[in-house]
């Protein structure tokens, strides 16, 4: 925070005009050179916009004030982060219990300005539920934006994955639907973003004529991108909250677990048990072709087979 200070009083020097702006402890512009600062309580980080931007970071806010909070010029860095598109992000996949989630949500300059100073990050750093839920308040209540989740449970998910054979073809699916259904809302939007996870084909082959003209991009690390994250945020909300409600309704008393752990192999005996030993309340809870499925039920299901040599070690 003393740092923070010393860029005010570095702004003030420099004949910075002071200006309100929500979420931040101090925000600054200076027409002339055509340079807006803003310093966010978060972090605090700092945002440098405007056509000086450069010769600002570079004579005066590297120089002098280094280290003074996370340099935050990522519009002028990354200014396809700011432009209009959809993030696409999903949660549940490499979870035994509950469904597949896919979300998806649309942002512009404003939209990604906003969600990043409420919070908005990688669901995976992220560690308590109640946090998630609330940011996805944000997302869903902040203005302009435009969010789409699909949610595939596990009977659906368990049915597809038989038809489709391939977990990739099954995440095409739903990120192609996704982006279907937000095109419906921002027909205009341009491009999409996700995390790598296949040749970007598996995806545009599932796409409908309209979304077969938007551009699809994937790369990795793709939450870094505000759009991407705040699916993630939506998706993983979805995700939990399904696991909650099931946990209830199948009289566990908790959630079901997450993972793949010795807890969740544990969650899913007692449910067997629960039904007089039958596997079969596994297809409606979890996905079956984990293997945790036949370590549990080897009566109801078979072992899954064993990967190609190629993804050997």
């Known amino acids: 925070m003393a740092q923070a200070e010393?860029?005010?009083?570095?702004?003030?020097?420099?004949?910075?005009?002071?200006?309100?702006?929500?979420?931040?402890?101090?925000?600054?512009?200076k027409p002339p050179a055509k340079v807006n600062v803003a310093v966010y309580e978060k972090g605090p980080k700092v945002l440098v916009?405007?056509?000086?931007?450069?010769?600002?970071?570079?004579?005066?806010?590297?120089?002098e004030i280094l280290g003074a909070a996370k340099l935050g010029y990522e519009e002028e860095l990354h200014p396809e982060a700011y432009a209009p598109h959809f993030g696409i992000d999903e949660s549940g996949k490499g979870d035994f219990f509950g469904p597949l989630v896919v979300a998806g949500v649309y942002v512009d300059k404003e939209i990604a300005?906003?969600?990043?100073?409420?919070?908005?990050?990688?669901s995976k750093k992220i560690g308590s539920d109640a946090r998630i839920r609330a940011l996805a308040n944000v997302?869903?209540?902040?203005?302009?934006?435009?969010?789409?989740?699909?949610?595939?449970?596990?009977?659906?998910?368990?049915?597809?994955?038989?038809?489709?054979?391939?977990?990739?073809?099954l995440l095409g699916w739903g990120h192609a639907r996704v982006i279907e259904n937000l095109l419906a809302a921002r027909p205009d939007?341009?491009?999409?973003?996700?995390?790598?996870?296949?040749?970007?084909?598996?995806i545009q082959r599932q796409l409908l004529e309209k979304g077969r003209a938007i551009q699809f991009d994937q790369r990795t690390?793709?939450?870094?991108d505000p759009a991407?994250?705040?699916?993630?945020?939506?998706?993983?909300?979805?995700?939990?909250?399904?696991?909650?409600?099931?946990?209830?309704?199948?009289?566990?008393?908790?959630?079901?677990?997450?993972?793949?752990?010795?807890?969740?192999?544990?969650?899913?005996?007692?449910?067997?048990?629960?039904?007089?030993?039958?596997?079969?309340?596994?297809?409606?809870?979890?996905?079956?072709?984990?293997?945790?499925?036949?370590?549990?039920?080897?009566?109801?299901?078979p072992p899954p087979p064993p990967a190609p040599a190629r993804w050997r070690k």
């Open 189 to 202: 939007c341009p491009r999409a973003l996700s995390d790598q996870f296949a040749n970007p084909s598996v």
């Open 49 to 63: 916009q405007g056509k000086g931007t450069e010769d600002f970071v570079k004579f005066c806010l590297e120089p």
């Open 228 to 301: 991407v994250a705040a699916a993630s945020i939506l998706a993983r909300e979805k995700f939990i909250d399904w696991l909650a409600d099931a946990g209830a309704q199948h009289g566990l008393g908790r959630a079901l677990p997450r993972g793949v752990s010795s807890e969740v192999k544990s969650a899913a005996r007692q449910l067997v048990a629960a039904h007089d030993g039958s596997g079969g309340i596994l297809r409606a809870v979890a996905k079956t072709h984990f293997r945790t499925a036949h370590e549990v039920a080897p009566a109801d299901f």
């Open 113 to 122: 300005r906003a969600l990043l100073a409420a919070g908005v990050t990688d």
């Open 6 to 29: 010393r860029l005010r009083a570095k702004l003030k020097e420099m004949g910075f005009t002071f200006i309100e702006k929500p979420y931040t402890l101090f925000a600054a512009e």
């Open 221 to 224: 690390k793709a939450e870094s």
């Open 139 to 169: 997302i869903k209540t902040t203005p302009g934006v435009a969010h789409n989740v699909v949610l595939i449970g596990p009977e659906a998910y368990n049915r597809l994955y038989l038809k489709m054979g391939n977990l990739n073809r």
